[in-house]
């Protein structure tokens, strides 16, 4: 599988997606996985950045907002219409386009930051994607990016719970076995039925990489490597909001920025 046949299992997701997401029903992201994206986003006021597989726009909208000229991409049009739809309504001087992260439509050199909220994951050429990335980006400039963590989205998983029903271990396996466009069926759990009524599942393919394969391939492509975090929701995030509590066994999150040396 390559990134248009990827890109189209997006596209056909992205009205389901979109309207789940935008009701409250991405929980992991509106709880957990953005607000610690954003507590370790460096300050991007006056900065020209690109955000790369940027979905409906939601967390664009949030960069946008930082202060930050954006501009974003994402492979697949649906989410681009809804994205463009959302500035128009509220105009945050966001530039959004339709295209492929592994061929970005802009000039070497052109910002000054990128991100990538939970996307680079979901591109099969992996290696093109950081390329791509690392070439847009100014000398001194960052790339930040989020992904399923690599040690705990395996093909073999299974949430084990104790008799309250509490997750008290993740159990993984076949960690170096990886899954190549493997796709997987599934809406958000924390919606109701009543909100899935009529919806088509998600279908997304999966590309799984190993933990040691993404950190060698960001130093390989010549980013140097800043910080890493794994997010984790406190006990008062739990309070607000229950469906989190498995995401306190075992980290569901990798986040890393990396920076394009200043030569």
Known sequence: MDHN??????NESAESW?????AGYDVY???LNTPAFFAMLPDVEGLAGLDIGCGEGHNTRLLAKRGGRVKAIDIAEVFIAHAQAAEKETPLGIDYATASAVDLPFADAAFDFATAFMSLMDVPETVRVLAEAYR???PGGFLQFSIAHPCFDTPHRRNLRDANHRTYAIEVGKYFQGSEGEVDEW???AAPWQAKQGLRKFKIPRFRRTLSYWLNLLLETGFQLERIEEPRPSDETIAACPELQDAQAVA?????RVRKLDV
Request: no cysteine; glycine share 4%; proline share 0%.
């Open 136 to 138: 847009v980006l100014k």
């Open 5 to 10: 046949e990827a890109g189209r299992y997006w």
């Open 29 to 31: 992201r509106d709880y």
């Open 18 to 22: 979109t309207k789940l997401a935008r």
């Open 187 to 189: 809406l958000f759990k």
């Open 252 to 256: 569901y999150f990798l986040h890393l």
